[in-house]
């Protein structure tokens, strides 16, 4: 299977009739075929409708029924073999490796929210028995699950063109919820959108479900954006992006007639606190890591550690030296737009010319196009503490190390600094005194903190949080990634002396689903 250019509204297979949109390959510059054209207003408004007309059915279909459609999406997506991976790579820059692994993931993540499916425990069922002969008032009837929220409208990220894209964590814990979907492909990678969005078409169709539960909409600048955030029938949205684009939509979402929740990761420059005995034990490894960590993928992960701090002194010369070396040995990789190039060359430049940063050391130079050479700065605590702008995010492999005087010093920076996906304290055992004061401004920062590891990498499971307070998420209660990110898209509805035929099935007498339920204030089965 090719992409051939189109959108996917329900079950029609249609043409845009906007603008035309052309996918590039950021590694040669080439143009790639076909063209789109972009969705338009009456596009956006179909799709919506049609989610809205799917949402009541889509949302009471049984769990089993439910796990296997995401089971059989997953299946879809294996089904489109090299063609997937082959496009994948021509329109990021990024290595097959890279792609494949991301496919992996993001089939197994498909998996993941089957399995949470069928376990119920989000319905989250509550029943309080009625006690008529209670005094001095009886008590009704109440029952209590959770249900979806309605249509989700889901941003493409440019930096995961696959598991967080169209078939990514928002769409797969949104559809898990019993939301139908409506996805704004994204311009970096459409024709790894349109095949992805084929394998959900199909397994819609294989699964006998409501055509609205999925539709994939294209948009040339922001006018279809905008649109769906703002349509009546969209319930919530989820985003991955830039600060800019994440708050323009927030605003949109928050100022319509009917507000909504708008789930947006944003920015993040992931700081690592060095404590001094992990320096002076591990210089050179924690050297090679932090270049590593600094330079994979390009630095286009949002985990990428954009701030190292540390205590000044001969270790962190040291560290710095060795730093250096590794960082001048890396090669400069692709990019994966031009725009997002730019942009990183702008910010390390601003880093550059900034009167007390100084650079470090840079990469490999090289003439290819969108290449990202790793560069390395560093500055003092006090500069941090003195201009928020050295806290902006630099999307790509760009670091700036902070020297500190003091471990006050490295507290009181961590207090500074805004909220994050993660936090690292890399630290041996004679550091855990100093990691203790550290840790409940970090808990507070950040909603990952690690220890002796990198920030890069997020494992999909039950305990992975990939969220954080503003600006690194617009809200610090979700994630992103893992099984509680179907809590999302979810919503608590209490059913008073409702017959027991009226009742859903999860919260019926006998309780046939055969759930963990929470009885007048015991949990039971």
């Not at 084929?198 to 409501?210: D, G």
């Not at 005995?277 to 985990?303: D, I, P, Y």
């Not at 605590?381 to 010093?409: H, M, P």
Request: with cysteine.
């Amino acid at each position: 299977m090719q992409p051939e250019g189109h959108h996917l509204i329900g079950r029609t297979i249609t043409q845009g009739s906007g603008a035309p949109i052309t996918a590039l390959n950021p590694a040669t510059g080439e143009s790639l075929t076909p063209t789109w054209s972009a969705s338009t207003l009456n596009d956006v408004d179909t799709a919506c409708r049609l989610a809205e007309e799917a949402c009541d059915a889509y949302r009471e279909t049984s769990l089993e029924d439910r796990a296997r459609f995401l089971e059989t999406v997953a299946e879809e997506i294996d089904a489109l073999g090299d063609a997937l991976t082959e496009r994948a790579v021509a329109e990021s820059g990024l290595p097959e490796a890279r792609i494949q692994g991301e496919r992996g993931r993001t089939c197994n993540q498909l998996r993941l929210f089957a399995r949470v499916v069928r376990d119920g425990n989000w319905l989250d069922a509550r029943i309080d028995p009625a006690q008529p002969e209670r005094a001095p008032m009886p008590r009704p009837d109440l029952r209590q699950r959770s249900i979806a929220l309605g249509p989700v409208a889901v941003f493409g990220a440019s930096n995961f063109p696959l598991a967080f894209s169209v078939a990514g964590g928002d769409t797969a814990s949104a559809l898990a919820a019993g939301c139908p979907v409506v996805v704004k492909a994204h311009n970096a990678h459409p024709g790894t959108c349109e095949l992805i969005g084929r394998a959900i078409a199909a397994a819609v169709n294989r699964c006998n479900l409501p055509e609205g539960v999925f539709s994939l909409l294209y948009d040339a600048d922001t006018e279809v954006g905008q649109a769906l955030v703002s349509h009546p029938a969209i319930k919530a949205a989820g985003f991955t992006g830039s600060r800019k684009g994440g708050l323009a939509l927030w605003n949109l979402a928050h100022t319509r007639a009917e507000p909504i929740p708008f789930y947006a990761e944003m920015s993040s420059i992931n700081p690592v606190f060095v404590l001094p005995e992990a320096l002076e034990a591990r210089t050179k490894a924690l050297a090679e890591g932090f270049v590593g960590s600094l330079n994979m993928g390009a630095g286009q992960f949002c985990t990428s550690p954009g701030l190292l701090i540390a205590r000044e002194g001969p270790a962190l010369n040291r560290f710095i030296e060795h730093a250096a070396q590794a960082l001048k040995e890396q090669p400069a990789h692709t990019m994966l737009t031009p725009g997002i190039h730019k942009s990183y060359e702008q910010g390390a430049a601003a880093l550059a010319g900034h009167p007390n940063v100084r650079e470090i050391a840079h990469g490999e130079t090289t003439s290819a196009p969108n290449a990202c050479r790793p560069r390395l700065f560093i500055t003092r605590a006090e500069a941090v503490l003195n201009d928020r702008a050295l806290q902006e995010e630099v999307f790509g492999a760009s670091s700036l190390i902070v020297e500190c005087a003091s471990q006050e010093e490295m507290r009181a920076l961590a207090r500074a600094l805004e909220g994050q996906l993660t936090a690292t304290l890399q630290m041996e055992e004679a550091d855990h005194d100093d990691a203790a004061k550290l840790l409940p401004t970090l808990e507070r920062r950040a909603g990952r903190v690690m220890a002796n590891g990198w920030p890069t990498g997020v494992e999909v499971c039950d305990a992975m949080v990939h969220g954080g307070p503003f600006p690194s998420t617009s809200d610090s209660r979700t994630t992103s990634v893992g099984t509680k990110a179907i809590e999302r898209f979810l919503r608590p509805v209490c059913y008073q002396d409702i017959p027991d035929a009226l009742l859903p099935t999860a919260l019926r007498e006998g309780n046939p689903l055969s759930l963990t339920r929470l009885v007048d204030g015991q949990r039971a089965q």
